[in-house]
């Protein structure tokens, strides 16, 4: 059995949520309520990918709302969801350590935002939770036992609308898990960015 909770919180106010779901607060979580928009707008520096930084100005420039996600027996998560496109989200980055291996640029995607869920909780596409990654190998997804990339060494970290994983392996190299094959990309980095293109074009690949 599997149990998914939502609580949506609208204008959210700190001091008046339950006790439940403040506790669920980080300390940037509270500055990102009471910043507003703004926040966020400014939450890339000029050092991250320039895609990172358009995505989220573009969730700056409409409204957003609260919701706290909690699967099964876990603690509530914090995630502000924002009015285009199909309504993305972005969790915080949380108090979990990162995987050790984990590829620089992405380490840094990961402090900016924790996890970004393409569309509602119950459909598929976005970035995985930073501090819940595990290896293939872990996952109940199903591998070509034919293939030349070890499951145990790849982390998928990417989803897509249709359901593909991204996967970063211990190389700093890539590879995408599609219909159980996993196939190398050229670059990695390359490919997030196609994947948030497209999303902040309307399209999906």
Sequence with gaps: MHIQ?????????????????????????????????????NLAGADSPKWLRKVLQACAEGPYYL??????NSPYRPYFRFQWQGEPAISLPRKGRLRAGMPAFLRH????????????????????????????????MWVDPSGSIDPST??????????????????????WLKAGKLVRVRSLEREVAKYFEALLKGTRI
């Design 5 to 41: 909770r939502v609580v949506t919180v609208y204008d959210p106010d700190v001091q008046k949520l339950q006790d439940e779901l403040r506790s669920a607060l980080t300390k940037q979580d509270i500055q990102a309520i009471r910043g507003g928009r703004e926040f966020f707008a």
């Design 67 to 72: 919701q706290f996600l909690s699967r099964d």
């Design 109 to 140: 995607v990961y402090g900016v935002i924790g996890t970004f869920c393409e569309n509602g909780f119950d459909m598929s596409g976005g970035l995985h939770s930073g501090d819940e990654l595990v290896a293939l190998s872990e996952t109940w």
């Design 154 to 175: 790849a982390i998928p970290f990417l989803e897509t609308f249709s359901g593909s994983q991204l996967c970063y392996l211990p190389d700093g190299g890539g590879a």
